[in-house]
């Protein structure tokens, strides 16, 4: 589904991703694990379209989208959720739903189902400005966002970075309901999610995958993984 | 769930532009029922006898430009010290239509907003591409020029500094040289604009322009093409104020460069501010107080701008979200028991 070759990406000077190859396969949740600095956020910025690959091609379904912007790449399916939780704070929790439902056709009523089948407590908050919400229900709401409109793969930037254990486990369970229905690629600091969802791993370190592992057992172990973060 | 979410069935997005007429027309009237015209009506028609027909219709003209400025800065962000511009280039064009093409008043009014949309249309093809202070300069720059062109180049056509006298023949049985029927139709013109930018911005396309003032970037993550819509909302910006501009010319029967004054734009900042940026009642009553304060003050006080900017200071400290905020939130506090006090101080500008 995702094929990357050969990616050098820079800020500036910088180069943060030396010679990044990989490959994504359909339906499968990839896991990206690293310390500070090795380059994960980078590369999902990358594949967004947000930064631009010095070198190397990034091929999606079998077509180059390297260089293509990030609203060429949601018509393609791709959806972002990025490491901020930023919501439109100063829409309603209703508004944020309905301004993705816009945007990709879907029926107002049939995105707000979607949304609330996976967390039906937002039902509660539908008039509430999103701004109002916690951390754990804003990123519910991001990750139910990017189910509007038929995604096809979802990136999401460290999704349970600063949350309490219980919101984690929640968000777990809402990806863990997404297996085997869309494809996603994930950047995770948490082992103990990556143990339960990961269907491949990749380790990136100093801008390079130093491992991908695909084995469950593993990606199980996680006292070896954590020599990695 | 799991049919909904499907791999292989999963149809791309649509990237269908929204369609302003679309939703207009599918957005629910009675969410803008008639009470909110009325009520706008009514005021308009309340104070007149306060001050003077003349007076009011003026304020009301004001009130259509504090609206256009509204939908820029108060609902997409984007200040702009440069909208004085697109009134000025309606006032001329309306000025000009009437003395050189027809005096038919309302042709000269459409003329006006013609022109001041096409000059915003082109010009947003360059502006809309900034955010923040370069957005706001590039449009003082614009404004700057035009300024200068309707002064000393084209002096032939506009007669420069002493400006030239507009006499727009009936309309009908109707002349709008008439002081009271001049109030009506701006009082209508008011309520038309109301009424639409009110659908608009309660539609699809205000939750948009609203969700790209807080983030751009993430918008174009759901699929929008953020360049379209902010040069859309910059065109529809200029038109009205080429309304107001058409208007004012009328109601004087003159224009002049001051009708493209650059320090004017201050006039319009500051009634938004006042009144409540991202609220279309904000820009009316900020309209109001704002030209109450500047046609009443100086008859009492000599140097009025100091009390102005100390009331902007009062505003930006006490009250950010405005007169019409502030009315809006304790009338909830009181009333629905929704918002805490404290809660109105968090609200930014």
């Known amino acids: 589904m995702l094929e990357i070759r050969n990616l050098d990406v820079a800020y500036g000077h910088a180069k943060v991703l030396h010679d990044v190859s990989l490959d994504i396969e359909r339906g499968e949740m990839a896991f990206f694990i690293g310390r500070n600095g090795a380059g994960k956020t980078t590369l999902l910025k990358t594949i967004i379209g947000l930064l631009k690959p010095q070198n190397g091609s990034i091929v999606y379904q079998g077509q180059e989208i390297s260089g293509l912007s990030p609203e060429d790449l949601y018509l393609k399916g791709l959806r972002y959720v990025a490491q901020e939780k930023k919501v439109f704070g100063n829409l309603t929790v209703q508004e944020n739903i309905e301004i993705a439902a816009f945007a990709s056709g879907e029926p107002m009523d049939h995105a707000l189902d979607k949304v609330t089948r996976i967390y039906p407590k937002l039902k509660d908050f539908l008039k509430t400005k999103a701004g109002q919400l916690s951390g754990g229900q804003r990123q519910i709401l991001l990750v139910g966002r990017a189910l509007v409109g038929e995604p096809k793969l979802l990136l999401v930037d460290e999704p349970t970075q600063g949350l309490a254990a219980i919101v984690i486990e929640e968000i777990v369970n809402i990806l863990s309901g997404l297996k085997d229905q869309v494809s996603a690629v994930i950047v995770e600091q948490n082992l103990a999610m990556v143990n339960r969802l990961a269907d491949r791993l990749f380790i990136l370190k100093e801008g390079k995958v130093a491992r991908e592992i695909v084995d469950r057992s593993e990606i199980s172990d996680t006292k070896e993984l954590e020599e990695y973060l | ?349």
């Open chain 2, 1 to 349: 769930m799991k049919k909904e979410l499907s791999l292989d069935e999963g149809k791309a997005p649509c990237d269908k532009p929204i369609d302003l007429l679309a939703e207009l027309r599918s957005t629910p009237i009675k969410e803008h029922g008639v009470i909110d015209l009325l009520g706008i009506a009514a005021f308009f028609l309340v104070i007149t006898p306060l001050l003077s027909t003349h007076r009011i219709t003026d304020f009301m003209i004001f009130c259509i430009f504090a609206m256009s400025f509204d939908l820029l800065y108060g609902y997409m962000g984007r200040l702009s010290f440069g909208q004085m511009l697109y009134l000025g280039t309606g006032a001329y064009f309306c000025g000009l239509f009437i003395r050189y093409v027809s005096g038919n008043p309302l042709l000269a009014i459409l003329a006006g907003i013609a022109f001041a949309g096409f000059l915003s249309m082109l010009l947003g093809l360059i502006i809309v591409r900034t955010t923040g202070a370069c957005f706001a300069l590039i449009n003082l720059a614009f404004n700057h020029i035009g300024f200068f062109l309707v002064l000393s180049p084209l002096r032939g056509i506009t007669r420069g500094e002493d400006g030239f006298g507009v006499s727009a023949s009936k309309f009908g049985s109707l002349s709008l040289t008439s002081r009271p029927i001049m109030f009506g139709f701006v009082l209508l013109c008011v309520l038309l604009v109301f009424y639409v930018l009110r659908r608009l911005t309660s539609s699809p396309y205000g939750i948009l322009i609203r969700s790209i003032k807080e983030d751009e970037t993430r918008v174009r993550f759901l699929g929008y093409n953020t360049f379209y819509y902010k040069w859309l909302t910059f065109v529809l910006a200029g038109s009205i104020a080429g309304l107001a501009g058409s208007l004012t010319a009328l109601n004087y029967s003159y224009v002049n460069p001051n009708a493209m004054d650059v320090h004017s734009n201050v006039g319009v900042v500051f009634a938004c501010l006042i009144g409540g940026a991202g609220n279309l009642y904000g820009a009316i009553v900020g309209g109001v107080v704002y030209m109450i304060i500047s046609n009443l003050l100086p008859i009492y006080i000599y140097r009025w701008e100091m009390f102005l900017g100390f009331s902007l200071i009062i505003i930006v400290f006490r009250f950010r979200t405005g007169v019409w905020g502030y009315i809006q939130r304790s009338w909830e506090y009181l009333v629905k028991r929704k918002v805490v006090p404290g809660a109105m101080k968090k609200e930014a500008i």
